[in-house]
């Protein structure tokens, strides 16, 4: 085999483990097993007694405030970052 293939070769794992590096670190939050842990109570709840369906909808309506939060958090974080970014610029 060539250094050139070899080198491509080594570059598309390389990628590959950054891409799943990536995807573990996002679905490994505590927000999102949080999500989860909420959508398996509900689901499971509503699964053993149909009177568990208004469970399953406070769930998710958890759920959803919890995944607004985390995205406020996230946009939060990312404009300090550039608040910062700025003011070493002007310092």
């Known amino acids: 085999m060539t250094r050139i293939a070899q080198s491509h070769q080594e570059q598309i794992r390389q990628n590959r ?7 573990v670190k996002s679905i490994m939050t505590p927000y999102t097993l949080l999500c989860v842990a909420l959508i398996v ?6 699964l053993l007694d149909a009177k568990g369906v208004p469970i399953l909808l406070v769930c998710l309506v958890l759920v959803a405030g919890v995944r607004l939060l985390f ?12 608040l910062e970014q700025m ?5």
Do not use: K, P
Not at 17 to 23: N, Q
Not at 41 to 46: E, I, L, N, Y
């Open 17 to 23: 483990t950054e891409f799943r590096d990536s995807i």
């Open 41 to 46: 109570f509900g689901v499971a709840v509503t």
């Open 71 to 82: 995205t406020l958090r996230q946009a939060q974080r990312r404009t300090n970052e550039l």
């Open 87 to 91: 003011m070493e610029r002007r310092g």
